[in-house]
């Protein structure tokens, strides 16, 4: 019961034990699947590091489970801690498909900005596969890159995302299928990005440090964010013609954030400044009002821009034991750009990309992914008064609301008990410019945490508000207007919080488009629903001894037919 009690069962979550960084996710085109990694502990449920867990699909739906991509090498090697976070970089050498997973390779402990930096702790690593996923090998030559250019002033060097950057390339005049590695850094007080480049994914070399900012600085003088004293889980891309990077940011102890950290996104412009590419900033936002963190992006197989997230527990530690797992991934969002007119927009300008020539101002769009239409049921209701009657822990909901004034606010009531004794409220209040998720009496008996997730929210002139909110058992992900998303974790206490119903105030319901879904699929039908062994990936299976590959002519040589 303890197990199955608070898990959500239509996101990716691993089957067992700790999980958090979402870290490789990939369509492979020949196999016509996704791969996705994460970073995985098996055998506990303590935050801590042993493997890229790895599972399949091909839908982004359902997923199958896999044998771990890689763990932890032998005692004196270079990975010997940690396989930390990375990405994997999809190439055809010889018309033969070739998966490099980049990591970082660890091998000292603890590591974290408030401490000294140990010498050679972190370094950066790869494994390759031919067989679409289905092995992976260490380079003989590993680590790519030993040392942070920071040296012992370092706060963290690590999470590289491997991509092409074409603005990037013809900023710099190089080749356009250059490869370039960013890696998320800090050193004592400033908090960093480091960019290298590559021509065969092997040798590398320093380009630049591509954003270098003060610890605690204004992120604009019109924001109320600042940067942080560290950078994790960085990447970049780009739309239409603006330039974008997606960070994680660690805080000082002031912070009232869960865990002292949140997730940015910046768009702006690539510049040479004393010959070196920075990256100017223009805009900025959340990618994410509420717990999710350690962004990941990836394409599909439409070439769309998904974006993953991991999504902690909230819950009391003794609960998380308890249950024999813990973490689970976002679904995947689409980031795209969004376009209106300059005039419409009059508040959170922070947001907002001017184009002064063309008269329109942009800012970056976050929606589910289009493939998690998958997850519902054909049938749905367009009845307020069928969402008043649902009971249960897994529903989605839809509604837009139309010929509003601007002073309303609207809330939906999920996990909700008799006589509301508990309940999570999901709050939109127009006037005050705020979305959130009132978790002060979601539990009773306090087995997760009470504070709100919250964000500022404004709509722009004419515009009606059009919501979206997924509930997973403990998981809640709500979205307004294609442009903000807040992610949040409940524990009810009470069995009979399957409730739910909603208060729109003296708005009328005529003006309100609703629809919705019960029961959204389950993401793993092969998994036993009732399993609850830490051991069903135990670490003999799990284990790899990797062949070692050797230059890169090898790997070439390895993707060509024989």
């Given at each position: 019961m303890a197990f199955n009690r608070f898990r959500p069962t239509s996101h990716f979550i691993a089957p067992h034990s700790w999980s958090n960084d979402p870290c490789g996710a990939v369509y492979v085109p020949e196999t016509g699947e996704y791969l996705f990694c994460y970073q995985w502990n098996p055998g506990t449920t303590e935050g801590g590091n042993c493997a890229w867990g790895m599972a399949r699909s091909k839908d982004l739906v359902t997923w199958e489970d896999c044998p771990p991509a890689i763990r932890n090498g032998i005692t004196t090697s270079y990975d010997s801690l940690g396989v930390f976070s990375g990405s994997i970089a999809s190439r055809l050498i010889q018309d033969k498909r070739v998966l490099f997973l980049f990591?970082?390779?660890?091998?000292?402990?603890?590591?974290?900005?408030?401490?000294?930096?140990?010498?050679?702790?972190?370094s950066q690593s790869v494994a390759v596969s031919t067989d679409f996923g289905n092995s992976w090998h260490r380079y003989e030559n590993n680590p790519l890159l030993r040392a942070p250019p920071k040296q012992a002033a370092t706060t963290g060097w690590r999470d590289p995302f491997v991509s092409r950057w074409k603005s990037l390339s013809?900023?710099?005049?190089?080749?356009?299928?250059?490869?370039?590695?960013?890696?998320?850094?800090?050193?004592?007080?400033?908090?960093?990005?480091?960019?290298?480049?590559?021509?065969?994914?092997?040798?590398?070399?320093?380009?630049?440090?591509?954003?270098?900012?003060?610890?605690?600085?204004?992120?604009?003088p019109v924001a109320y964010l600042r940067f942080g004293m560290n950078f994790e889980c960085a990447s970049f891309f780009s739309i239409n013609q603006r330039d974008y990077i997606i960070v994680g940011v660690e805080e000082d102890v002031t912070s009232k954030r869960h865990n002292q950290r949140y997730t940015l996104w910046l768009c702006g412009t690539l510049v040479i400044e004393a010959g070196c590419p920075k990256f100017e900033i223009s805009s900025h936002g959340l990618l994410d009002h509420g717990v999710l963190y350690a962004p990941h992006i990836f394409r599909d197989s439409e070439d769309r821009l998904l974006q993953l997230g991991w999504a902690d527990e909230t819950a009391q530690p003794y609960m998380v034991r308890k249950q024999g797992w813990a973490g689970c991934l976002t679904q995947p969002r689409e980031l795209y750009e969004i376009s209106r007119p300059a005039i419409d927009v009059v508040k959170t300008q922070h947001i907002w990309n001017l184009d002064e020539?063309?008269?329109?101002?942009?800012?970056?769009?976050?929606?589910?992914?289009?493939?998690?239409?998958?997850?519902?049921?054909?049938?749905?209701?367009?009845?307020?008064?069928?969402?008043?009657?649902?009971?249960?822990?897994?529903?989605?909901?839809?509604?837009?609301?139309?010929?509003?004034?601007?002073?309303?606010?609207?809330?939906?009531?999920?996990?909700?008990?008799?006589d509301s004794v508990e309940v999570t409220k999901v709050i939109f209040d127009l006037e005050d410019g705020q979305i959130t998720v009132d978790r002060s009496r979601s539990s009773v008996q306090n087995l997760g945490a009470n504070f709100p997730d919250s964000g500022q929210f404004c709509l722009v002139l004419g515009e009606d508000l059009k919501i979206r909110i997924s509930m997973d058992n403990s998981i809640l992900e709500v979205y307004a207007n294609?442009?903000?998303?807040?992610?949040?974790?409940?524990?009810?206490?009470?069995?009979?919080?399957?409730?739910?119903?909603?208060?729109?105030?003296?708005?009328?319901?005529?003006?309100?488009?609703?629809?919705?879904?019960?029961?959204?699929?389950?993401?793993?039908?092969?998994?036993?629903?009732?399993?609850?062994?830490?051991?069903?990936?135990?670490?003999?299976?799990?284990?790899?001894?990797m062949p070692n590959l050797g230059s890169s002519n090898f790997m070439i040589q390895a993707a060509m037919p024989a």
């Open positions: 990591y970082t390779s660890v091998s000292a402990v603890p590591i974290h900005w408030s401490i000294d930096y140990i010498e050679g702790c972190e013809i900023l710099l005049g190089i080749d356009p299928s250059t490869d370039y590695m960013m890696i998320a850094s800090g050193e004592r007080g400033r908090s960093q990005l480091h960019l290298y480049q590559s021509n065969d994914l092997l040798d590398w070399k320093l380009v630049s440090s591509i954003l270098d900012v003060e610890a605690g600085s204004r992120i604009s020539q063309g008269g329109n101002v942009t800012t970056l769009g976050i929606r589910p992914a289009p493939q998690l239409r998958g997850l519902r049921d054909a049938k749905h209701s367009t009845s307020l008064s069928s969402f008043r009657k649902f009971q249960g822990t897994n529903c989605d909901v839809e509604a837009t609301f139309k010929h509003i004034l601007g002073n309303e606010k609207f809330a939906f009531n999920f996990r909700e008990a008799p294609d442009r903000f998303a807040i992610t949040s974790r409940v524990y009810p206490s009470l069995e009979s919080s399957v409730g739910a119903s909603y208060d729109f105030g003296a708005f009328s319901e005529k003006n309100v488009e609703f629809k919705f879904w019960e029961g959204i699929k389950n993401a793993w039908p092969g998994r036993d629903a009732n399993e609850n062994s830490l051991e069903l990936f135990s670490l003999a299976e799990a284990k790899d001894l």
